[in-house]
């Protein structure tokens, strides 16, 4: 898709397949009067709610919830594990049962709450960060508008992976390294963040009598009360995301150290970045939110992390701070098929083939995540050359989800 002939979009798609609907959400998103600067698209981009999924957003002293989403703080986690791949057991089956047995996956939550599964400055520091999220979470305001919500299960769902397209995996580097990769986000409590901001902005769309080409894209104005308690639950719920992610970090290395006798890595190595979340940047010679809908933030020399699919390589990254994309990437390939369209496409054939050689579920709950689905992850490399280079290449051996 070229879309040059939008003055207020930059886009690196050359060589990928955009879908119609996904361009005209670009449309609607490009003709906002809360814009800062024109939008960046990614070359992962596809149709989301309200905004597309793959889209960078700057908006001046406003916010939009929808172009967040509400897997507020999704993101990715990366480290290179001690092990080689000649480590590895012929059969993967047990390790990755070990894992599950740490990593509770889909609606799954723990029986009692985790602070930490490791020892150590790091695992103290995680502690103290958990006693943090809990302080804070007393004192937000957007929940006091949401009705009948277990505050209980907040803090059963930490260290846990979901479902959808939220994964843990192991790989193997271009030398044979071994990596642990997980994705996941802020579970059930930013769902439910996100879904309250939405509801609080179109209400303030209707209260202005603003005529939005869709009112997903509804915004919320800095310096109202609303606005600062979403970004309030915002920050919040960013910083449960993160630290999710290292929980289940710890998780898989406690797991894998028990199957192969000895410690594997540490976690404060880990690359841990967001794609679904929003901040204050300085861009355009201005202070101004940046809004990264399945993005991530690719500063110069910033490393980052860019999966594939089930079957397919992923990428460690390092920024090369690119200013037209507000210093940002692709955060994945990117879906080529909605979930439905899977579903009706392909077979469990299709998918035995598609994932041969990698443990995992081969079954009809994951379909809709066959890696044909998705677009080719080399076109979408390469249509981001100029805002990141390669520094590691992964193929997966191990995925597990929800």
Known sequence: ????????????????????DAVAQ???????????????????????????????????????????????????????????????????SGLRASIESMVPVGFSAHDQPVS????????????????????????????????????????????????????????????GGVWIMLHSGSRNVGKTIGETAIGMAREEAVRRERHLPDRDLAWLDEGTEAFGEYVEGLRW????????????LHAVLKAMRARFGRPVGAAEHAVNCHHNYACIEEHLGAR???????????????????????GAKSYIVRGKGNAESYCSCSHGAGRRLSRGAAKRAFSLDDLREQTAGVECRKDEGVIDEIPGAYKDIDSVM????????????????LCIKG
């Open 1 to 20: 898709m070229d879309f040059s002939a939008l003055s207020n979009v930059r886009a690196w798609t050359r060589g990928v397949e955009v879908e119609h």
């Open 26 to 92: 670009i449309r609607n998103i490009a003709s906002l009067p809360v814009l800062a600067g024109p939008v960046a698209v990614m070359p992962d981009v596809h149709l989301g709610k309200g905004a597309t999924v793959g889209s960078v957003i700057a908006t001046r002293a406003a916010v939009i919830p929808a172009a967040v989403g509400v897997d507020i703080g999704c993101g990715m986690c990366a480290v290179r594990t001690s092990l080689r791949a000649e480590d590895l057991p012929d059969s993967l």
């Open 116 to 175: 930490t599964h490791g020892d150590g400055l790091f695992g103290i520091a995680l502690k103290r960060r958990g006693e943090a999220l809990h302080a804070r979470y007393d004192k937000l305001r957007i929940m006091a508008r949401v009705g009948k919500f277990n505050h209980a299960r907040v803090w059963a769902q930490l260290g846990t992976l979901g479902g959808g397209n939220h994964f843990v995996e192991l790989c193997l580097d271009e030398s």
């Open 237 to 248: 719920a960013q910083d449960y995301a993160a630290h999710n992610r290292n929980l289940m």
């Open 288 to 310: 101004v939110w940046i809004t990264r809908k399945g993005a991530v933030s690719a500063g110069a020399g910033e490393l980052g992390i860019i999966p594939g699919s089930m």
């Open 382 to 397: 390469a249509a981001q050359s100029d805002l990141v280079e390669v520094v590691h290449t992964l193929k997966q051996v």
